[in-house]
């Protein structure tokens, strides 16, 4: 079974402090991941995804085969990054993803 | 055009009524969704075309009848809903390649409520 598993459904941190919204996964195979965000008033969009190894708006996340997890992190945190993030994970080449519950990030100034 | 559109914005309907979500998308996209997102939760997914066939139902309802009329629009029928059906119901879109979704792209919901 596919499943994807965010901890914190809140999280505060201070403007200029680092951030970590964890996602762990459970999948027998070997999966692709992702981190979707949402922005007040503005639709469900993709932030980045494991296999393109790059850092989108300052975040980045490595993908732990190890530990099944897949951490979002961003050194410095702006008030622009307060939205919702969900984790997703993809896995057997289906058409389809799993969401975790959401990590409702807030930046105060 | 990137975006994905979704008509209605907003649907009110009563538990006798058949109506029609609506969704258009002109990227080229041969894969599309249908989700349905109640409150503080996440999306979860319900159909899935792919190639125009419908390739995924996880389990939906009946009165829930999603229709795939060309490559570029996706539709959902609606009919004999119940007061907990109510909630946003998303459409998404992606290339639909071999190995997996990728990414996919989002239409902004419909808000529907089942009176």
């Known amino acids: 079974a596919q499943r994807v598993t965010q901890p914190e459904k809140l999280l505060s941190v201070f403007k200029g402090a680092p951030v970590e919204l964890k996602c762990n996964y459970s999948?027998?195979?070997?999966?692709?991941l992702f981190w979707y965000v949402q922005y007040s008033r503005q639709r469900l969009q993709l932030l980045l995804r494991?296999?393109s190894r790059e850092s989108i708006k300052g975040f980045t996340a490595d993908l732990n085969k190890g530990e099944t997890s897949f951490h979002l992190k961003k050194p410095f945190a702006q008030e622009e990054d307060s939205a919702m993030y969900y984790c997703a994970l993809s896995g057997g080449g289906a058409q389809k993803l799993v969401f975790g519950q959401g990590t409702r990030l807030t930046i105060n100034p | 055009d990137t975006e994905v559109t979704q008509t209605p914005k907003h649907l009110v309907m009563g538990m006798t009524n058949k109506k029609s979500l609506k969704c258009e998308q002109h990227?080229?996209?041969?894969?599309m969704y249908w989700y349905k997102q109640k409150a503080k939760k996440p999306p979860e997914l319900m159909f899935v075309?792919?190639?125009?066939?419908?390739?995924i139902n996880e389990s939906v309802p009946s009165r829930f009848s999603p229709e795939c009329p060309n490559s570029s629009l996706l539709n959902l029928h609606l009919h004999a809903l119940q007061p907990e059906d109510s909630a946003l119901y998303l459409c998404?879109?992606?290339?639909?390649?071999?190995?997996?979704?990728?990414?996919?792209?989002f239409g902004p919901g419909t808000r529907l409520t089942v009176l």
């Open positions: 998404a879109s992606s290339q639909g390649l071999a190995g997996g979704p990728g990414e996919q792209f």
């Open positions: 494991h296999i």
């Open positions: 999948y027998s195979g070997s999966p692709e």
């Open positions: 075309y792919s190639y125009e066939k419908l390739s």
């Open positions: 990227m080229g996209h041969r894969a």
